[in-house]
């Protein structure tokens, strides 16, 4: 029951997130909306994880590992997405 | 199958050379560092094509001897070879045509370029490989990160807002497959295709998830109507890397479209399989259409790849028998993937080229091309042959083997598309070729022959796949149908 | 586990995203997004994933919000994709949202029970490792090549990042982070901080083998005390073309694929771990990993350098 409520949870982080990246014009806005539909995403990959607990363990490790993995890329993806900003809000410097 | 490490070398050279890259950032200019790198990737490719065709099965490795559903494995079949030769080829020629830099070149773009190229070598390998959701995901970050770098590499204003388009787009698409693929894992435990293949059933949970991955792979091979992010980002790049997006990075999630429905859950033709092609014919006659009324070359051809891609969609409703790899249309599709391939790699270096000798790309005051800089033109023109599907070209065996699947299927409305699609293809490119055909005698820079003879041999590529004979194609059914991994390799 | 604390759990949860999206000032979405991922990490730990619960604190929540924060210091005007919202795309924006997060939950729920999975299989082969946390054995060993290519994403993001910066900061220093001299008490924070910081991370990336913790969880902390370190002024940023940057991105990527060669020699396998070294293996690896990525999100959250190297 508790794992299901984090399951909709997840889903409703989602959600949140989508309306965010629809309804902010401005990119690091739309950056934090997407940070929030990764986190719905990664949360669905928790319960699924935990929902599959099996030989003596709390959780399914493989779904854990992919969500470290992935928790690494999106942060990546997050600082490429600065990085660009930065460069655009700064003055023109060069063509 | 046949168990080999070339998979993974293929893979893992690239990476190597961007470490190269890396530690002797101070010391030698980056096309030197990177140049032994290109050459053994170009090697391994080529060789793991000849494997596949001399033994007739697929290359397979498992990694760290762990087997699915566990561990990953790489497994180069036929289809997965013919991509990994073609992206060999395209990257070959690039790394030619890009090898004396511009004179205005910056230390940042060159070791940007070199270093961002072999990681994007490095992704496609890996994304034509993978048997695995998640690798798969892992092989598309690689790869959009490193597009749109390079898509930002000149560091113009639009250059910039095209670069964070495209990122954006391609995030979305990234969590609508993810989300794809933790639905799969929670329905089965399983990511491996081949073990997927055997136990996936068509129910809700299952289509959501293909639905949703497939959706955010469209994102990122811009099928209309997800396509506005390309056209400012691929004719915004430097012309080698434009490229190597248009004839490259946009076919890997293409390939993982297909490989779902093909390989993961086969289906009966309905209604997935419909609107995808839906989708396609509407990217073939809007994108034509908008791309005959570019003022920019580098513009109108990014419009085409659009048109071009589309008809990589039309495939998927003109499979099916029960072993699709047997029908005409999957050959049709593969030859018009690998055909756009050279044909637009061929294409945007000439542009490039173009650039470089005039100063702009301008399509109305291309005169005088002709008579300057034949060799570049002719690889323009040759290429334009292939998009447009006229004899002797990849793209006219492609498109009259589609042409083919679509009439014995009986989609009439397919075959339309296909033909108008090559009226309109034939309109841009005429257009273009007529202005560059004509007199005038505008100051040019010169531009080395060899690197003009690089773009003609890509061109010539596109031609030579023309001659193939007109049937299922042998390569492109070796591995199929997917089987599990039993044994330990 | 009991309901209540889901509840006390999912709903901050649920109340910060929508403040995150709801606020009109970024600084203070930003700094929901803090307390956000505080929440979240803690949720982790409710749903027994510590190994996800450290990442998510110091990546999902720390790292990221740290550079989200200094971008926002940075930007001298947002940038902005669109026109703002109107009521009526509001609306039809929350009935989306409404509607993906009711497909979403229903598809949850249509899962099977007892759901499918590789738990078991996953603590077989572990004594053979001779590592006890079998979520590090699918990082390490039966996924190896996904994190193996992770890092090289990490590495793509760097060479991007700077592909991105200027042409006369390349190969230099990031700006500097504050502008100005740093406060008293920042600069005694990071004294107090950093020795025990480190001597924590050494805790975390030895346990990782066995319990939850590892390479990712301390590299982020170490790279997360270096950045404290820069900004109060007490060590220097990367400099991001420099000898020694370009060494420690590329080691670890290399001792990976090294290992994986002599795998092949050792263990018949690329990327196979030879039994009775196993774990000494896997521990260099790891460490030489823990440098590349230590290195990498200093840079990433740095920013791309603009500052000539001569100073």
């Not at chain 2, 140049?35 to 596949?52: D, H, I, K, N």
């Not at chain 2, 995901?137 to 770098?149: I, K, N, T």
């Not at chain 3, 990221?64 to 210091?73: E, H, P």
């Not at chain 3, 949202?97 to 249509?110: N, P, S, W």
Request: charged share 10%.
């Amino acid at each position: 029951m508790s794992t299901t409520l984090f399951g909709l949870t997840g889903a409703a982080l989602v959600g949140i997130g989508l309306f965010g990246l629809i309804v902010h014009p401005t990119a690091l806005r739309k950056l934090l909306a997407f940070n929030l539909v990764g986190a719905g995403v990664f949360l669905v990959f928790g319960v699924l994880a935990r929902r599959a607990a099996a030989a003596g363990l709390a959780g399914d490790p493989v779904p854990q590992a992919i969500v470290i993995t992935g928790i690494v890329v999106a942060f990546a993806a997050t600082a490429l997405a600065a990085t660009l900003l930065a460069r655009l809000s700064g003055p023109e410097e060069e063509p | 199958m046949t168990v080999s490490l070339l998979p993974v070398w293929a893979v893992l050279t690239p990476v190597l050379g961007l470490c190269a890259l890396l530690l002797c950032e101070r010391w030698m200019r980056p096309e030197r560092v990177a140049a032994p790198f290109v050459g053994l990737s170009l090697y391994l490719s080529l060789s793991m094509t000849y494997e596949v065709m001399t033994s007739q099965a697929p290359l397979v490795y498992a990694l760290g001897g762990w087997l699915p559903p566990l561990g990953l494995t790489l497994r180069a079949d036929g289809v997965g070879v013919l991509l990994m030769a073609l992206t060999a080829l395209v990257m070959t020629g690039v790394a030619i045509c890009a090898w004396t830099p511009p004179g205005d070149a910056t230390a940042r773009s060159r070791f940007s370029f070199w270093a961002l190229l072999l990681a994007l070598w490095s992704a496609l390998n890996l994304a034509f490989t993978a048997q695995d959701l998640f690798n798969f995901f892992v092989a598309l970050e690689m790869l959009s990160f490193a597009a749109v770098a390079l898509v930002a590499l000149d560091g113009t204003r639009g250059a910039l807002i095209a670069a964070l388009r495209y990122l954006l787009f391609a995030l979305a698409g990234s969590i609508l497959y993810l989300l794809g693929v933790g639905l799969i894992y929670g329905r089965y435990a399983v990511l491996d295709l081949a073990g997927l293949r055997e136990i996936a059933q068509p129910d809700t949970v299952t289509l959501a998830a293909l639905a949703l991955m497939t959706a955010g792979l469209m994102a990122k091979t811009a099928l209309f109507p997800l396509h506005l992010w390309l056209p400012p980002a691929h004719a915004g790049a430097p012309a080698p890397a434009s490229a190597v997006l248009s004839a490259l990075v946009v076919k890997a999630p293409f390939l993982i479209i297909l490989r779902l429905w093909v390989d993961l859950l086969p289906l009966p033709a309905a209604a997935p399989q419909q609107i995808m092609a839906g989708l396609g014919a509407a990217a073939i006659l809007v994108c034509s259409v908008i791309a005959l009324r570019q003022q920019r070359l580098k513009l109108m051809i990014a419009y085409s790849t659009l048109a071009q891609v589309g008809y990589l969609f039309l495939m998927f409703p003109l499979m099916p028998g029960p072993a699709p790899w047997q029908d005409i249309g999957w050959t049709g599709g593969l030859l018009q993937l690998a055909s756009h391939g050279f044909a637009k790699a061929a294409m945007f270096l000439a542009a490039g080229l173009i650039y470089e000798a005039l100063g702009h790309d301008r399509v109305a005051e291309l005169g005088g091309l002709a008579r300057r800089q034949p060799v570049t033109l002719a690889a323009f023109a040759i290429a334009g042959l292939s998009l447009m599907g006229l004899p002797p070209s990849g793209g006219f065996i492609a498109k009259l083997l589609l042409l083919t699947a679509a009439v014995e299927t009986g989609a009439w409305w397919i075959a339309a598309v296909i033909l108008a699609g090559g009226i309109l293809a034939a309109f841009y490119v005429f257009r273009a070729l007529g202005h560059a055909l004509a007199d005038g005698d505008p100051p040019m820079a010169p531009v080395a022959l060899y690197r003009q003879g690089a773009v003609l041999a890509l061109a010539l590529c596109a031609l030579a796949l023309g001659f193939v004979p007109l049937r299922p194609f042998a390569l492109l059914a070796i591995g199929r149908p997917l089987e599990a991994l039993e044994a330990m390799p | 586990m009991t309901e209540l604390l889901a509840l006390t759990l999912a709903l901050p949860l649920l109340a910060g995203a929508l403040f995150i999206v709801a606020t009109a000032s970024t600084r203070a979405a930003l700094f929901g997004f803090f307390a956000f991922g505080l929440f979240l990490a803690l949720a982790w730990v409710a749903l027994d994933a510590v190994d996800v619960a450290l990442t998510e604190a110091a990546i999902g929540g720390g790292a990221t919000g740290l550079l989200l924060l200094r971008l926002n210091g940075r930007m001298r005007h947002p940038v902005s994709l669109g026109e703002p919202a109107g009521p009526r795309l509001k609306i039809a924006a929350g009935l989306l949202a409404a509607l993906v997060t009711l497909a979403l939950g229903a598809l949850l729920l249509a899962l099977p029970e007892p759901a499918p999975s590789l738990a078991a299989a996953t603590v077989e082969p572990l004594p053979a490792l001779g590592i006890g946390n079998p979520v590090t054995a699918v990082l390490i060993a039966y996924r190896a090549l996904d994190t193996l290519l992770e890092i090289v994403v990490l590495l793509i993001a760097v060479v991007g990042l700077r592909a991105l910066g200027t042409d006369r900061g390349w190969g230099g220093r990031p700006v500097p982070w504050p502008e100005g001299e740093p406060s008293p008490a920042l600069v005694f924070l990071a004294r107090l901080l950093i020795p025990a910081g480190l001597v924590f991370a050494v805790y975390l990336f030895w346990v990782g083998a066995d319990a939850p913790g590892g390479k990712f969880q301390a590299s982020t902390l170490v790279a997360a005390l270096w950045l404290l370190a820069i900004m109060a002024g007490l060590a220097p940023a990367p400099c991001s073309g420099g000898r020694w940057t370009g060494r420690a991105l590329a080691i670890g990527p290399l001792a990976f694929i090294v290992a994986g060669t002599i795998g092949i020699a050792a263990a018949g396998s690329f990327l196979a771990w030879p039994e009775p070294v196993a774990k000494p293996m896997i521990i260099a690896v790891e460490l030489a990993l823990a440098v590349s990525i230590v290195v990498a999100l200093v840079l990433l959250v740095a920013g791309p350098p603009e500052r000539e190297t001569g100073r």
